[in-house]
Structures are given as C-alpha cells and as structure tokens.
C-alpha cells in the first residue's frame, strides 16, 4: 500500500512539473492602443446599443442560430445586446469578435474596411482580460490575433498567437502562427551598401532592432570567415572592414537574436559589391578666413576626380545681412541659390576648373589659390562653390566654402551693459585701433558705429542691444584701412566654455543677492534664521524692499514675509517651523517684484533626525593665559 502510495505521488509530481513550466512561460498580451480602443467600443456599444427585455441567454442563442445561417449582422446585433447585459462574461465577448471577423464590409460604407476589424479586435481584447479560464485566454488570443492581421498590425498579431500557443497549443493556430511569422516575423528585408566612404561597409536591415550587447559575429559570415568588425544601429546590422572594387560573399546565419524574442529562421547569402567611390568634392570647414598676407589658398577635397569645376561669388556688404538672417552662411548653396545670388545679392567674379591629383578611392587636399582667381578682392562675403567635373548633377546642393580674406579678427562680449567688440590682427594678434566698426541689425539698418580704441575696443551701448524683430542685432561689419573687411554673425550661438573650466553662475540684473540659512538641515518646531544680502550692479548696498516666499516641500507657500528694514543691504527674518511641519526640501526664495523671477533662492531640509552629541572633558593646565605666554588644554571627547 504504502509502494503503491508513493507511485501515485511521484505520478501527481511528474504531472505537476510541465503545468508550471508552462505557467511560467506564459507572458500577458499587453498593447496600450488596444486596450484604448476596447475601452473606447465598450463604452460605444453600452451608449448606442439597446439591450432590451430578452436575458443574455436567449440573446447568445438567437445569436448562434443567426451565425449558422449565415447572418452574421444579425448574430453580431445579438451578441452586443448581451455583452451590454453582462460586460464581465468572456464567451460573449468571444462570440462579438468571431461574428464581427466574419462580417463583410458593405461597399455602401468604405469605414467598415477599418471599423470592423478594429472592433473584432477590441471585442477579442476584453473577451481575454476577462477570462476565468487558460482555454478561454486562449481561444480570446488566437482570434485577437486574425483580427490583428485584418489591420496589419503584425508583431501585435505575432505576439498575441505566440501566447496563445503558450497556454495551449492548438494545430490549427500554429500553423496560422507559423505562416505568419515567415511572412512578418523576424526577418531580413533588405540591405545596402555604403560605398562612398572612405571605410566602406554592407548595412543588413531587419524588420526588427537586434538585441544588444551579445557577440554577433557567429552568426555573420564573409568569404567564409568572420568579419572584421560589425556595428548594431537598431534594426541595422553593419558589416565592416570591406574594401572599394571587391565582390564579397556574405551569410547571414539562423539564430540571430533580436529584442523581441525572436530569431532569425532563415539563413540568407547575399553577393555584394562593393565599386568605387563616386566623384566626390569637398571643403574642411563650414567658413574660413584667408590671411590677407602671404599665400591664400583654401584647401579642396576631391576624391576620385582629375578635375574640380570652380564658381567664386561676391556678396556685398548691403547683402551680406540678408544672407546671415536667411541662414545661406551655414548650409549648402543649389543652383537656385546661386542664380539669385548673381541676379539680386551679388556678382560671379570667377568660373573655371582646377586641377587635382587622383588617387584611387583616397581623398585628396588640395589648395585653391583665392589670389589667383580673383586678384582684385573687394568688401564683402565670397562664396566658392566646387563639384567633380564628372558629375551630371545641375542643380545641388553643391558643396560651398564661404571665405572673406582679412587680417582682422573679431571678437564680442555681450552683457547688461551692451555689447564689447575687440579687433585684433590675425596676423599679429595685436591690437588693431582706428577700424571702423558697424552694429547692423536683422533689417539692415544701422543700430550704431565707431572706431575702436588702442586697445582694439569698441563698444554698443545697452539700449542697440535690446531691439526685437527686425531690429535685433544679426552682424558686427568691421573696416580697416586699405579695405581691409571682416565681419561676425550675431545670430548664432555664441561659444559655450563651461566645460573648460571658466563657468559661473549667471550674470546678475540691476540687482543681485545672496541668502543663506545658518545651517542646511532642521527638524520639525525649530526655528529657521535666513539672511539676505542684497547689492546693486556695481556692488553697493541697495535699499529696495524684498520679499521673502517660503514654500513648503509640496510646492504650497507657507509664508511671505515682507523685508523693508535693512542695514547696508542686509536682511534677517526667523521662520518658525511647527512641531507638525512637513518633511522634505523647503525653498526660500527673494523677489524684488513677488510677481517677477527670483533674485536668488536657498533650499533647507526639515526632517526627523536625532542631532549627534559628544562628551567633552577639557583639562585646563593654568588658570589663566597671559598675552605672550603659551599654554596646553588638554581636550577629550567622544561620540555619545
């Protein structure tokens, strides 16, 4: 008896053990677009349909009856009157979902095509959120995902009839998920490759991102062998190392892992090759200042090409803002660009070609003499714009290189008080005095002018800088004698050093102020002491009235306080926390206009804490100490 006890047991166990495994395999369909649209057509059949005197049951059996002759409307009427009645019963909501997939569209009404799978699907959806039952989540899964499919809604589809097999498997609906995972699962869909760089490279795109940070090579194959490098962009798999002029077998293995829990079924090999670089020009730099000393030449990439074709355009200074505002400075000119520029803003002074060495698939530098192509240079702006010889491509982008030719430099501080311009030689770096300098604004208009002292200085009053519209400030026009020109674009960003060691806190206004507590952490029922400073733009004490708003770690202000009595500048206030004050990170903050931003704040912390005391015990050697004399105080002390 007691044999034949245990054999029973260890049958109950060897039974019990894949029910688990299966549990735990077992993952929950969640898809928010669908839950809202379930939430969405449930809410619009309980407003629109009618439910009527007849019970759920006899609904679910008309309705049944109604899908055996082949009247699919009447059986989805039927079965959403009972869903009305009893919103919690799945099978209904099953037998919803199954009569509206079997629902043709009507031709009289196009919005059926889309209304009807997406309400199947969304009937699916509640029929398995409210399943008492595995067999009931499953059968609710596997019609969600034929549902799903009717919209093309493929990895929603895939996933719901893969956890669908994982509560029970069902032929019927594996062979449905395994023909739709070959036509729209995991897969290879295409691949390009990039040859126009210098390190050319095959790209394999998949319908899918590739899982991250495990070692793909082994499932990656070139001429046989592994690759030399690969690169993961997302649902991009690059394979790099190849060479320009070379055929290259490439496999790509089954097994490859992707985030979604698939892998690759397939193997697939492609023949690729990878041919030469295009004919290809361009410059180093988006502007460039040529030294109005010595050789001026700017440097030109070429790559695959014997010969550059060569346009030079100047802008003149009345057209030069016009061009900062548009943005031509910082992009690359089309044909369109440079037919207005010769016809409203400037001139062509130069077309030709330049010769350039060729060596295949390298790019090469080579110097354009400016001086050579235009001797005669004049005030304003110039253009270059350079394309292969070769190439067929008339209208652009091109590839441009604007350059002025100058010996000063500009350089601009902007502040409260204005903007600060310096000059100096590019050459020298010395200070350049006597250049006439121009503020412009986006209009075109003249904000203000001057010549800069010994020490190359100049400097715009406040009040230019504060124009709006087309009165802002867009260019800084410098003038030297012998025509000597330069200018600086005010419209971009200026440059950012913080990350070079020199940052600081924010310029202060008209007024600046400092306030501090005399310690950063305090418990509930103490007291709180806060001092402001507060000082005008030069520094001196200023007399203002202040505001002081203490809000409480929620965000709710717990008090303002008025400061109007001040000595040099100076504030004091006591705020008195209660023994039941909220803990967390309070904030100070001093306004001079409580309506206006702050002039500075301070954050405390009020929490529960236990202070930690100490024992000390000194051991004074003298009675007293006299100036002069030295003396030793033994002093002891230990944690409590």
Request: net charge negative; with cysteine; proline share 6%.
């Amino acid at each position: 008896m007691t044999k034949l006890l245990r054999l029973v047991l260890f049958a109950l166990v060897v039974l019990w053990l894949p029910a688990q495994q299966v549990s735990a395999q077992t993952t929950t369909f969640a898809h928010p677009e669908i839950a809202r649209e379930a939430q969405r057509y449930e809410n619009e059949l309980a407003t629109k349909t009618a439910a009527g005197s007849r019970p759920r049951q006899d609904l679910i059996a008309h309705g049944r009856r109604a899908l055996n002759a082949g009247d699919v409307r009447a059986a989805a009427s039927a079965f959403a009157q009972a869903a009305v009645l009893a919103p919690e019963n799945a099978e209904t909501w099953l037998l919803l979902a199954r009569a509206l997939l079997a629902t043709s569209p009507d031709p009289n009404h196009p919005s059926e095509r889309y209304e009807l799978p997406a309400n199947a699907s969304a009937a699916a959806y509640l029929a398995y959120k409210r399943a008492t039952s595995p067999a009931m989540q499953a059968q609710a899964l596997a019609v969600l995902g034929r549902a799903l499919q009717y919209r093309s809604f493929w990895r929603p589809a895939l996933d719901a009839l893969k956890i669908s097999l994982s509560i029970s498997e069902d032929p019927e609906v594996r062979q449905e998920y395994e023909r739709l995972r070959a036509e729209h699962g995991f897969r290879l869909v295409d691949y390009t490759v990039e040859q126009d760089v210098a390190q050319p490279r095959v790209c394999l795109q998949f319908s899918e991102n590739i899982v991250r940070g495990q070692d793909l090579t082994k499932f990656i194959a070139v001429d046989g062998k592994d690759p030399q490098a690969i690169a993961v962009e997302g649902s991009q798999l690059c394979v790099e190392g190849l060479s320009h002029g070379q055929r290259y077998q490439v496999l790509v293995r089954a097994g490859l892992p992707s985030e979604v829990d698939e892998s690759l079924q397939q193997p697939a090999e492609l023949s690729i090759y990878v041919r030469d670089r295009s004919p290809f020009v361009r410059f180093t730099g988006r502007s460039y200042v040529l030294p109005s000393r010595g050789q001026a030449g700017i440097p030109v990439v070429s790559v695959n090409t014997n010969k550059v074709a060569v346009e030079i355009y100047r802008i003149v200074d009345r057209s030069l803002v016009s061009a900062v505002v548009n943005g031509d400075l910082r992009r690359q000119l089309s044909r369109w660009d440079l037919d207005e520029m010769r016809e409203t803003k400037g001139v062509r002074v130069f077309t030709g070609t330049l010769d350039v060495p060729m060596r295949l698939n390298e790019e090469v530098t080579t110097a354009l003499p400016v001086g050579e192509a235009v001797p005669q240079l004049e005030p304003g702006a110039y253009a270059l714009v350079a394309k292969p010889t070769e190439s067929k491509d008339e209208y652009g982008p091109f590839a441009t290189q604007w350059f002025i030719v100058s010996d000063l430099g500009l350089t601009t501080f902007t502040g409260d008080d204005g903007i600060h311009a310096f000059v100096r030689s590019l050459a020298t770096t010395a200070p350049v005095a006597n250049v006439a300098v121009r503020l412009v604004a986006r209009n075109n208009e003249v904000l203000g002018q001057g010549r800069t002292d010994t020490a190359g200085h100049v400097h715009f009053e406040r009040g230019l800088t504060r124009g709006e519209g087309g009165l802002a400030p867009a260019l800084l026009i410098a003038e030297g004698d012998g025509g000597d020109y330069a200018f600086l674009d005010l419209t971009t960003s200026a440059f950012d050093l913080s990350d070079r060691g020199v940052k600081g806190r924010e310029a202060p206004g008209p007024l600046d102020a400092f306030l501090f507590t005399e310690r950063g952490v305090y418990r509930p029922g103490e007291d709180v002491h806060l001092t402001a400073l507060v000082r005008d733009r030069a520094g001196n004490a200023s007399g203002v009235p202040v505001t002081l708003i203490v809000t409480r770690p929620d965000g709710v202000e717990h008090t303002r306080v008025p400061l109007t009595q001040d000595e040099l500048g100076g504030h004091t206030t006591t705020l008195r926390l209660a023994p039941s004050s909220m803990t967390g990170t309070w904030r100070a903050r001093l306004h001079a206009d409580p309506l206006d931003d702050p002039l500075t704040s301070v954050a405390f912390l009020v929490e529960d804490f236990l202070p930690e005391r100490l024992d000390m015990t000194i051991d004074q050697v003298a009675e007293a100490l006299r100036p002069g004399q030295s003396g030793v105080v033994k002093v002891s002390g230990r944690y409590l």
